[in-house]
């Protein structure tokens, strides 16, 4: 949101959970600015406090209703503050929050970002509440706020139709939506001409894109023609829609990077087949093998689930086995987190926060390790790197991303300028990141 204009009510917003979230925050950002908003650094300068929120596992839960009580503090000060909860935690609890958070002015689910400036007029001695889910809702007329880097995230499609058993997503963002390219395009277009290099297409189970005759491949070929954009990725892609269409895109589209992460949840058959993923091991296996062979660039990145209800020490050991069979470039890993609504609810939790805690360190030095061995092995070769600005590191340093989406650290050298691709030579390694020197 522009902070140029300070005449209307500040808002600050915090961001919680995944990309699609930092997206949804754009869009917030975008409503807001347009009903004469601005937007405020701090809680402490705000008329309105709005936190997005993420529902997918307990601890998130528990982390903003944290700082929410913290930020209530605020409003005993301040009894005019408004304070309102948005996004997936909002449509999760919409039953109970109000009594929960007496002091929430405002909760507003992810399809209900338009009335915000309505819901905040409203807002008065009674909380303003909409958690409608609307199968129509995809904001394609509001241009979210972009925050000025040289990566965009452009939300391709909301919502999700395959109903993990585990996972509360179809029911906090409702039924599949896609976006028309139309619309899409013009954004990027606008994107590309602010000096955005890098459009990252997003969606749940974005692959599962379809509007009118174009599907996910089709969408980007049509992202690849756009002037100005030098790089496309998109995440996160579910492997049942992995098909041919996406496969030629990524071979044949240079600007599409050789880069996936496939959520892959479990290497037990058994697990997966309780949390109905849709694919056996046997099935994911092939289809790396089919991707890799395809696209010999490629890097691999997961999601894993350790101690779902009735994974035993078996079940577990067969996924140990299928992270160091496929050789994932990285992971995120977590422990299972009983969710109320789903289809897993009803199961229960049999294996405790203790075995699970020991499994996810298993699994994560597993991992650490594998991630390592495969960036050693990039030392002595070249990469291009789209220069992103100063390395978390520090001194003297610049960062930015190789195609495979490995963050790669390099001497800041005058001349260097931030969204220009530069070539670096691999010096040296860790799990997390490759240490480069420039290439003339
Ligand atoms: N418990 C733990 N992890 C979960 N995820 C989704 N739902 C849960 C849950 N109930 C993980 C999955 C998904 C990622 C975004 O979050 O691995 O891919
Ligand atoms: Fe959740 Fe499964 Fe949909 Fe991913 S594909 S958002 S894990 S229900």
Redesign the pocket.
């Known amino acids: 949101m522009s902070t140029e204009s300070q005449s209307g009510p500040r808002v600050y917003l915090e961001t919680y959970g995944c990309q699609m979230n930092i997206a949804d925050s754009q869009t917030v950002n975008a409503v807001l600015r347009r009903a004469g908003y601005s937007s405020a650094e701090r809680p402490e300068d705000a008329d309105v406090i709005l936190l997005n929120t993420c529902a997918i596992r307990e601890h998130a839960e528990e982390r903003v209703l944290g700082r929410l009580s913290d930020l209530a503090r605020l409003k005993s000060r301040r009894p005019e503050l408004k304070l309102g909860l948005l996004g997936c935690m909002a449509q999760h609890n919409r039953a109970t929050l109000v009594e929960k958070a007496s002091y929430l002015d405002l909760v507003a689910g992810p399809d209900s970002y338009r009335r915000l400036p309505e819901m905040l007029r409203n807002a008065s001695f009674d909380p303003a509440v909409d958690v409608r889910l609307d199968r129509g809702e995809t904001y394609a007329d509001i241009t979210p706020d972009h925050d000025g880097s040289i990566r965009a995230y452009v939300t391709a499609m909301r919502g ?1 139709d ?3 058993t585990f ?1 509360v ?2 029911y906090v963002r409702g039924r599949e939506r896609s976006i028309a390219p139309d619309d899409l395009l013009r954004e990027i277009r606008e994107l590309a001409a602010r000096g955005v290099k890098e459009i990252v297409l997003l969606g ?2 974005v692959n599962a894109y379809r509007h009118g005759a174009s599907d996910f491949g089709a969408l980007l070929r049509m992202v690849a023609r756009v002037d100005g954009v030098e790089r496309i990725r998109f995440t996160s892609p ?1 492997p049942s829609d992995i098909n041919d269409s996406l496969i030629d895109a990524m071979t044949t589209e240079p600007k599409v990077q050789p880069y996936l992460h496939l959520p892959v949840q479990s290497g037990s058959d058994r697990i997966l087949a309780a949390m109905d993923r849709g694919y056996t091991v046997a099935e994911y296996c092939s289809l790396v093998e089919r991707l890799r062979r395809a696209i010999p660039a490629l890097a691999l990145s997961t999601d894993i689930i350790v101690g779902f209800h009735g994974e035993d020490d078996s079940d577990f050991r067969a996924t140990l086995s299928l992270v160091a069979e496929i050789g994932y470039d990285s992971a995120f890993t977590f422990k299972y987190s009983v969710r109320e609504n789903t289809r897993a609810h009803k199961l229960g939790d049999s294996v405790s926060d203790e075995e699970k805690g020991r499994r996810l360190s298993e699994l994560i030095a597993l991992q650490e390790k594998i991630s390592l061995d495969r960036n050693l092995t990039n030392i002595g070769q070249l990469f291009k790197v789209l220069v992103e600005g100063p390395a978390r590191r520090g001194n003297a340093m610049l960062a930015g991303k190789t195609p495979q989406f490995k963050t790669a650290v390099f001497p800041a050298v005058e001349g260097i300028r931030v969204g220009a691709t530069i070539a670096v030579r691999v010096e040296s390694a860790t799990a997390h990141s490759l240490i480069c020197s420039l290439v003339a």
């Open positions: 999700c395959k109903f993990c996972c997503v179809p749940q189970t579910h």
